[in-house]
Structures are given as C-alpha cells and as structure tokens.
C-alpha cells in the first residue's frame, strides 16, 4: 500500500525545472533588451485625464472639467468618479472639449495629444501647462493564477512576468507551457503563445 501511495505521489509532482521561470537562462549573461513595443496610439472609447496647469489656478479653471489642481495621483477609486474627470474618445476619434471644441486624437500619442490641445490653451492663457494621461490602461490576467482579474497597468509597458506578478503568479497546478498572450492591436486581436 505504502509504494501504491509513493508512485501515485511521484506521477503528481511537476518537475522542479518546469517551475522555474527562466530554465535555462545563464547567470552572469547580459542580455540585450528585445525590440520595444510601439508607442500606444489612443483609439475610440479611451478615457483621456486632462488638466491645464497655471500659477493661477483660477484663470485655467474654466479649461479643466473639475477643479483637481494638484490631485492628479488622487483621481479617486470608483470608475464613476474617473468619468467625471475624463473624456471619452468617441467612435469617430474625438473627444468634445468644452472651450476648445472637438479635438481629433484617434491615432495619436498621449504626448501628441498633449501637443494638440497645449496649442489650443495658448490661445486663452499664458504660461499654462497640459498634462494628459490615459487612464483607462488594464490588463486581464486569466486562467490559473492566484488572483485572476482585470488589473490596472500602473506603467506604460509591462513585460510578462510584470502582468503575471500583478495576479499573484502561476500557482502550483497551472500550466507554464502553454501561456497565451493577447495583444489588442487596430487591426485585430494578436494571439501569442510564450514559453517559460
């Protein structure tokens, strides 16, 4: 019965170099980075933060939707609270700002962006400052994982083990063989398979 048990036990454990991230991988190596990934271009239903910064905070309070000066890192939690303070990228690629009217921005980079409207504040105000950012940045993590979900991207880029750590890593029973990573990209989804 006891041997019955030790080669059920053995058929069940994964072995250890399948745990391991990164099998194989030399210590002491440099390795050059890959190729970065392109500048995200904002597309519809993104949400938009932006405020227009002034010694004054009253004269450019009328170009920001509320009066957030000096709350940028403290947007508030709720998703309700974020679409009161953002504009939402319509689905022909513009965001309706009022003062400055309909900004095109599908295709463009938050910096451009930035660029764009800080061309159109300079009109009304001196010395101001345009500070945008994209706020509704997320990933999901599925599958077994310790902490499955839809989770924020607090950087611009994340790399795998990055996205894999925000949900608590792979646990014991998942598979790091057959990890899949979905890129939504304009022209489609883009499925790749990673090998740990």
Known sequence: MLLLILIFAASCSTPLNELIYLNGIEPGNTYSNGPKPEEYRIRSNDQLFIQV???DPMNAAFLNLTNTQGSVGNMG????SLELITYLVDDMGYISY???GNIPVENK????????????VDVYL????VFVKLVNRNITVLGEVKQPG????VKNQLTIFEAL???GDITDYGNRQTVKLIRELPEGKHVAEILM
């Open 77 to 80: 939690s709720s998703a309700n």
């Open 53 to 55: 910064i002034s010694d």
């Open 98 to 100: 009022p003062q400055l």
């Open 109 to 120: 980079t938050v910096s451009e962006v930035r660029d764009i409207v800080q061309g159109k």
């Open 126 to 129: 001196e010395s101001a400052s």
């Open 150 to 153: 839809q989770k924020l991207m």
């Open 165 to 167: 750590g925000t949900a």
